[in-house]
């Protein structure tokens, strides 16, 4: 049968998103009206749903956490593939300059030139510099009047003229012009050219590129994968905001978390991929405010679904958002976490290569669609449904059916309650994953325990909200136009 060609349209598919958030809202209220025992039941289903979910993603988040430390422990710079191979590869690092301060880009090249890498004549460092950015050429010219001659590696500066037609003030038509340029420059080997994206604020470990050469060089089929590092953000720990803290470290959970479920892994912020494989899927998006997500499904469809993101256990340090005000920083971390849901946008790109693709298998195709929508679904609304769902029998109960009403309430509290006391195993793995990457004062761990108490509130409020609001800009027609980069303060 073929799909009415409606389905499959921008114009419907931007719906889905709010469509999808009002049926999960309206399904407990509509069994509840239809037939009151069912109702309980799906709302006894979804607590008991997120219950689980808490434990197994503490059980991940572990589990990842104790590989990140084996594999850091490790001494690659004896490992055949790194003594032989490795000598071949060229690592090209893109780092994308905007209105960073200058002190922010040196301590990310400093980072890079610090490295043990026994091959830095290999490294490339790719200032993929803005020409619109207040003050960007002037500190991308300084660095590499800085840093050149004082090590192996590269220091390469392009810029990115603005107003090219069909390129949208976004990171991916930077960074794809800044690559594309370099590839003029000079002759590259599409296999064994690894071209990775950290932002500017991003310090990566000493033993970064041997982490990332080995783990390139040594998996299966390497061409059809995106490298995922680990994002830790510690550089400006001490001076952030309670619920930047969490935030970040949230994120981190998450990173950590979803390493352990490689089929539906995701690339964020700091990744790396083969130059044939960056060619492939045509670069990076010239118009999408989410470049990193989206990369995942441009890479994908591309190899026709045989295609997968692997986690690579080399850190990378990054800031957490910090402006000059209280006031200013929740506004910066909105504007943050708005981007990064607006990535539900790629249900639109998503849902027809699926239907276009017939080399992709029926059933991979309905989970991974499934998985998206979902995941959005559930990022905008799953707190939130969590909170009210116990209250809903009491609205629409009468007056014979209010004690059972009542006890739903109270499991939904008792559940709320064992939930939250939960919290202080990520807040104690925290404090494990900050020490090794910061300095921790003596009060820093009563404090880093207590602010994991405000993770309710701070889950129903500034983390799902921009989601919200993304998905109802993208039902209404109010699209995001333009990357928003989170300011970085300087360091001293």
């Not at 500017?200 to 000493?206: G, P």
């Not at 995922?228 to 001490?238: G, S």
């Amino acid at each position: 049968m073929k799909l009415n060609p409606y389905f499959l349209s921008q114009a419907f598919l931007s719906k889905l998103p709010v469509i999808f958030l009002c049926i999960i809202f309206s399904v407990p209220i509509v069994l509840l009206s239809i037939n009151r025992q069912v109702g309980i039941l799906f709302i006894a289903f979804y607590i008991s749903y997120w219950t689980v979910k808490v434990f197994e993603s503490y059980y991940y988040i572990l589990t990842s956490y104790i590989t990140l430390l084996r594999t850091n422990k490790k001494d690659y710079s004896d490992y055949p593939v790194i003594t032989g191979e490795a000598k071949h590869l060229k690592h090209i690092v893109i780092v994308p300059v905007y209105s960073e301060p200058y002190d922010v880009i040196a301590e990310n090249i400093e980072s890079i030139i610090a490295n043990d890498y026994p091959y830095k004549e290999n490294i490339i460092v790719l200032l993929a510099t803005e020409e619109r950015g207040p003050g960007a050429m002037e500190n991308a010219e300084k660095i590499v009047a800085d840093f050149s001659g004082i090590s192996p590696i590269q220091v390469v500066n392009v810029v990115h003229p603005a107003g090219i037609p069909g390129e949208g003030k976004v990171k991916g038509s930077n960074i794809t012009y800044a690559i594309k340029r370099y590839m003029e420059m000079t002759e590259l080997d599409d296999h064994m050219t690894f071209v990775s994206t950290i932002d500017t604020d991003t310090l990566v470990e000493t033993n970064f590129f041997l982490i990332a050469s080995y783990t390139f060089l040594s998996t299966e089929h390497n061409q059809n994968a995106i490298y995922q590092y680990t994002p830790v953000y510690a550089n400006n720990w001490h001076k952030g905001t309670f619920f930047a803290r969490l935030i970040a470290m949230g994120t981190t959970f998450w990173q950590l978390s979803e390493s352990q479920n490689p089929e539906f892994y995701r690339n964020f912020a700091v990744y790396g991929q083969s130059l044939y494989c960056l060619k492939k899927s045509d670069f990076w998006s010239l118009t999408s405010i989410v470049e990193d997500g989206f990369q995942y499904w441009r890479s994908y469809f591309a190899f026709d679904g045989m295609f997968r993101i692997v986690n690579v256990p080399a850190v990378c340090k990054m800031d957490i958002v910090e402006e000059e005000s209280f006031l200013k920083t929740v506004r910066s971390q909105y504007k943050q976490l708005r981007r990064w849901s607006w990535g539900c946008t790629d249900i639109e790109f998503v849902i027809p290569q699926f239907a276009t693709n017939s080399n992709i298998p029926l059933y991979e195709k309905f989970k991974k669609t499934i998985y998206l929508i979902f995941n959005h679904l559930f990022w905008a609304g799953g707190a939130f449904m969590l909170f009210f769902i116990g209250y809903t029998p009491v609205i629409l109960s009468s007056v014979h059916e209010s004690i059972i009403s009542l006890t739903i309430p109270l499991i939904t509290s008792f559940m709320f309650t064992w939930i939250f006391a939960t919290i202080v195993f990520p807040s104690i793995v925290s404090i494990f994953i900050m020490k090794k990457y910061t300095h921790f004062r003596k009060r820093d761990y009563l404090f880093n325990i207590l602010q994991w108490a405000l993770i309710p509130i701070l889950t129903l409020t500034l983390f799902s909200l921009p989601a919200i609001e993304s998905q109802f800009r993208l039902f209404f027609g109010k699209r995001l136009g333009t990357f928003e980069t989170t300011q970085k303060m300087k360091r001293k």
